[in-house]
């Protein structure tokens, strides 16, 4: 095969493989869109390198020609078959990272089922008359169950950012308050170790910008709680909020956490964002937590075009920081006087909303415990609850009464969520019925759930463990 020939073959080999790779991170295909991308590339320009490659010269022999032409066919169909096999592997991976997604979902379900009960009755429990050893025995129950809660999210965070399903939202918010915020949850456990704890912001940033506060205070919480969870009693703790600078409509700033705690070797400090890292097993042990937090926030970070750093001595403390530039909000001023007008004209539908003891809902809650659960939360708000066990037992008492809501469990026997809802809204269309919402309460909680069951005709969703404050916004925003 001439030289030039076997310059062009690598060539494409490299102009392929450069395709599947910008498709794959910048275009969002999935591995095996961008191997077969990558595939047809390679392909069409070797003809087109073949119908423009000159014909050879006369001089040379037909022998000559004919082992050239039998040497480029082998080579060019052991290409083929590496291609094939790249191909078969990338149809591998995507049916492994399909699998993986069912078993998350299955598992968020499954471990968030039973956690809604144990959480949900411990403050049924809370509520009731007790002594005080009684009091710290259910306070421990639910620092238990809080932390476990913590743990499990953490590990759906990790394994959804690994697959390439978070989705970071674009909103104005006031960033000032929402690093007050962060940090102020955190005030009990500051006074129990009596940490001295210092919050600073740069007047220069501006307050109102555009982005996602979600994610920007998980982050700012992770870091927050870490420098607690490793500061000594009587410690300190810096956070600081530094302006950077300014070009048109963006602003750039620096967030910095540092702590007089344990600090950090130089080994350490270069794996301190890998997944279930942490300094030493013996900090495990006496510090507590998955070492997830921070590798979370480092995804979150690089998410939103940054990287979370560390600057650390060990015995001297460490300072975790991130460089973040957000677009200014030069609307600020407009959606405070409409928030004003917003609270008030809520304040007056909440005077006039019905009693919620004039409300009867249908709850569709096949286990026992939830089941319990869920109607002593309802009735302690003034309404009247109807269960059902499944989706079938759910869509026959849809037949045979109106209900104000109906919340709606997603995996149940006989007839799941899904299923029942699909007969609800078609018995309600071919007999003229006014719709009665639907909400999702399940313990499927990873990205895209509640957009897939919302349509699938719900009409909103909520996650267990419940919330009692989203279960009262529910009703009271489809209810009155």
């Known amino acids: 095969m001439p030289q030039n020939y076997k310059s062009k073959i690598i060539f494409l080999l490299f102009l392929s493989l450069a395709v599947g790779l910008f498709s794959f991170y910048l275009s969002h295909l999935t591995i095996l869109q961008s191997t077969l991308l990558g595939f047809g590339v390679f392909f069409f320009s070797l003809i087109i390198f073949n119908i423009g490659k000159k014909e050879p010269q006369e001089d040379i022999s037909n022998d000559t020609s004919s082992a050239d032409e039998v040497d480029s066919d082998v080579k060019y169909r052991l290409l083929e078959k590496k291609f094939k096999a790249i191909s078969e592997k990338a149809e591998k991976l995507e049916h492994e990272i399909k699998s993986t997604e069912l078993f998350l979902a299955s598992m968020s379900h499954e471990i968030r089922t039973p956690l809604n009960g144990i959480i949900g009755m411990t403050e049924v429990l809370d509520e009731t008359p007790l002594s005080q050893e009684q009091k710290e025995h259910v306070s421990m129950i639910r620092e238990s169950s809080n932390n476990l809660r913590v743990i499990v999210n953490d590990v759906l965070d990790v394994s959804k950012m690994n697959a390439g399903k978070m989705e970071l939202e674009s909103i104005p918010f006031d960033l000032f308050t929402k690093i007050e915020a962060s940090v102020g949850i955190f005030k009990p456990k500051i ?137 200014v909000d030069r609307k600020s001023s407009a959606p405070e006087v409409e928030e004003e007008i917003e609270v008030e004209a809520e304040a007056e539908v909440e005077e006039k909303a019905p009693s919620l003891e004039d409300i009867h809902v249908l709850v569709a809650e096949d286990n026992p415990i939830n089941q319990k659960l869920i109607k002593i939360v309802l009735e302690k708000l003034g309404l009247k609850v109807t269960l059902a066990a499944n989706g079938q037992e759910a869509y026959e008492a849809r037949m045979n009464g109106d209900y104000a809501l109906i919340f709606m469990d997603i995996q149940m026997p006989v007839m799941g969520g899904v299923e029942s809802t699909h007969s609800i809204l078609a018995y309600e269309q071919e007999n003229g019925r006014e719709h009665i919402p639907i909400i999702a309460l399940t313990a499927n909680a990873l990205p895209g759930d509640k957009e897939k069951y919302m349509s699938e005709g719900m009409d909103d969703y909520a996650t267990k463990p419940l919330d009692v404050k989203i279960i009262e916004k529910l009703i009271k925003q489809y209810c009155s």
């Open 191 to 327: 006074e129990e170790k009596e940490i001295n704890l210092s919050l600073s912001k740069d007047p220069k940033i501006p307050r109102s910008v555009i982005g996602d506060p979600t994610r920007l205070s998980q982050v700012i919480i992770n870091l927050v709680s870490n420098a607690i969870k490793f500061t000594d009693k009587g410690g300190k703790i810096d956070v600081l909020a530094e302006y950077i600078g300014q070009e048109d409509d963006e602003v750039t700033f620096k967030v910095s956490v540092s702590d007089s705690g344990i600090g950090l070797t130089q080994e350490q400090q270069e794996k301190i964002f890998e997944a279930y890292s942490q300094a030493t097993a013996s900090t495990t042990r006496k510090s507590g937590g998955t070492g997830l937090g921070l590798t979370i926030s480092s995804k979150i970070m690089n998410a939103m075009g940054t990287e979370l750093k560390v600057e650390s001595e060990e015995g001297e403390g460490a300072t975790f920081f991130f460089v973040l530039t957000l677009k």
